[in-house]
């Protein structure tokens, strides 16, 4: 019993350090307004639930499987604007099996107003995903807009950023191709 828990142990901490090795290459890639992404540990994500535009409820821990990037945003977050089309840009070229960008509408947005957002800004390939009570935004600590996450395919929260960056930069696709091709090959 004791050589098994010696393995499991020494497993856990190899995989951990893994994962550390990753992070350190992952921060490396960070240029721009990327520097303001932190990694962290993998933590937990809230169960609290946010609905659709077109009805369904759903959690961050539905979208298991694949590398989620969750950017939560208003209609009146002028740095919101600004980004949504390079989060846009960032689904088209990496959105598929693999990852997936999630966009919160947190607080009081109108459905309309967000739709006539959506269509000013010329983005017709993110979700309509709403959090009116701000119940998730809470429950995930976001204070202040913009707030983007980037969960891993266990749906853990491994990453965080405060404010706007330039979701299309060569910085943004390195580490999400990075990210993508580190869960291919684990």
């Known amino acids: 019993m004791r050589l098994f828990l010696a393995i499991l142990y020494m497993g856990l901490a190899f995989s951990a350090n893994v994962a550390l090795a990753d992070t350190s290459k992952l921060e490396a890639m960070r240029e721009g307004t990327m520097k303001k992404l932190l990694f962290s540990d993998p933590a ?47 689904q088209t070229e990496f959105g598929g099996d693999a990852f997936e960008v999630v966009t919160i509408a947190t607080g009081r947005n109108d ?39 980037i969960l891993d395919p266990e749906g853990r929260e491994i990453a965080r ?3 706007d960056a330039e979701w299309n930069s060569d910085s943004a696709k390195a580490i999400i191709s990075a990210l993508i091709e580190g869960s291919a090959e684990g």
């Open 44 to 90: 937990p994500v809230s169960d609290v639930s946010f609905t659709h535009a077109d009805g369904g409820t759903f959690t961050l821990t539905g979208f298991e499987g694949k590398h989620v990037l969750v950017n939560f945003w208003a209609t009146w977050c002028a740095p919101c604007r600004k980004e949504m089309p390079m989060l846009s840009e960032l």
């Open 111 to 149: 459905l309309n107003g967000i739709k006539r957002f959506f269509a000013e800004i010329e983005v017709d390939n993110l979700p309509l995903y709403l959090d009116p009570k701000q119940a998730l935004a809470r429950d995930m600590a976001v204070l202040g807009l913009p707030i983007t996450l």
């Open 161 to 163: 950023m405060r404010g």
